[in-house]
């Protein structure tokens, strides 16, 4: 069965000072992942302080954007109106090799149901659902 995506108006983005320069390199069509800039550790979602040292500074290296499906869910009761017509879709949880011990959340797109599997090797593929505002989705590498 193909898989379908949300559409723009379920995807509610929040940036805080923590996630900002993710969105912000998303909505230019680039991959990057927070890394403690003291001891080099790789964290998504990135938070206050580094679960290692304790840090605060973050630098924001830029990823290649090739991943592997390391868990999945696929959805098929829309909990919301806005989903009606959206089901089934699956979400992953996505290893990044350039961001180890990272794992990247967002929809899969290109792939159907019975093809999806841990271990697929993805790459990151960008929607545009607004104006300045892009969602990383996951495509499988043939
Ligand atoms: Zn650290």
């Known amino acids: 069965m193909e ?3 949300p559409p723009p108006e379920a995807i509610v983005i929040r940036p805080d000072t923590w996630t900002e320069p993710f969105w912000a ?19 998504m ?5 580094c679960p290692a040292c304790r840090s605060q500074a973050l630098e924001w290296p830029e990823l290649g954007g090739r991943g592997t499906i390391f868990s999945y869910t696929v959805v098929h ?10 089901v089934p879709y699956a979400v992953a949880a996505v290893t990044l090799p350039d961001a ?9 797109v290109g792939i159907d149901s019975e093809t999806l599997g841990i271990g697929l090797e993805v790459q ?19």
């Open 3 to 5: 898989l379908r995506t």
């Open 124 to 142: 990151v593929e960008w929607a545009d659902i607004r104006e300045g505002v892009s969602v990383p989705r996951f495509r499988p590498v043939r």
């Open 45 to 49: 979602p990135p938070g206050p302080f």
């Open 77 to 86: 009761h829309p909990v919301t109106a806005a989903l009606r017509d959206a």
């Open 25 to 43: 390199a998303a909505a230019e069509h680039r991959l990057v992942c927070a890394r403690c800039a003291d001891c080099g550790r790789y964290r």
């Open 100 to 108: 180890p011990g990272a794992r990247l959340v967002g929809n899969l």
